[in-house]
């Protein structure tokens, strides 16, 4: 099994690209979001892959992040979900939102899917709801992980978690992005000097 590729990128289509790995070219099928942040061809680039077997073809799907592959591989192990719909939710909807959408239960979000209706992302959210971590866990563990670096930096605790509670305000729910919520959190820490 292929667990992922770091190669020149050959070409970039809609539907797929080309990674020469030493030589050799693999077609690997990518969420359309994927490819508006990718490099020019001929760049370096590093994929995650989900080697997807058939009694007839061997195909690889390829995400920027793990959190892409976990929900893509969850996604197809469900009932009357393929390969297919599962590459249009990743590229329809981020990661975060989807898990939101879970979470809260909004079925119509899910619903902008292409390919998806309203049966369907019920069926979705009650077999997701266990499988998935909520968007609550993983603000938790990006909050968490951002105070534990700040306090190892030096920071007092209590002034590193108001620096972070507003940073965290300011930022907002759309990124849970560890790196950024550091950066952001240090500027209010450096205003406050």
């Known amino acids: 099994m292929i ?5 020149r990128l050959i070409s970039k ?3 797929r690209l080309i990674v020469d790995v030493h030589g050799v070219g693999y077609s690997v099928q990518v969420p359309l979001t994927l490819l508006s942040n990718l490099p020019d061809e001929h760049a370096e680039i590093f994929l995650y892959i989900h080697t997807h077997v058939r009694e007839d073809v061997l195909q690889l799907y390829g995400f920027q992040a793990e959190d892409e592959k976990k929900i893509f591989t969850t996604l197809i192990g469900i009932s009357g979900i393929g390969p297919k719909t599962a590459l249009n ?8 939102q989807f898990y939101a959408a879970i979470s809260s239960e909004d079925v119509e ?11 369907t992302a019920h069926r979705l959210i009650l077999e997701l709801r266990e499988k998935l971590p909520s968007f609550t866990e993983k603000k938790n563990t990006a ?9 190892n930096l030096g920071y007092k605790k209590n002034i590193a978690q108001d620096a972070l509670e507003k940073a965290y305000a300011s930022f907002g729910a759309d990124t849970m992005d560890i790196e950024s919520l ?3 959190t240090l500027k209010y820490l450096t205003k406050d000097k």
């Open 143 to 151: 909050y968490d992980d951002t105070l534990s670096a700040l306090v």
């Open 13 to 15: 289509r809609p539907d």
């Open 3 to 7: 667990a992922s590729l770091r190669g």
């Open 89 to 96: 939710l990743l590229s329809t909807i981020p990661p975060e």
């Open 109 to 119: 979000v899910l619903c902008r899917v292409p390919g998806l209706g309203k049966k």
């Open 182 to 184: 550091l950066r952001e």
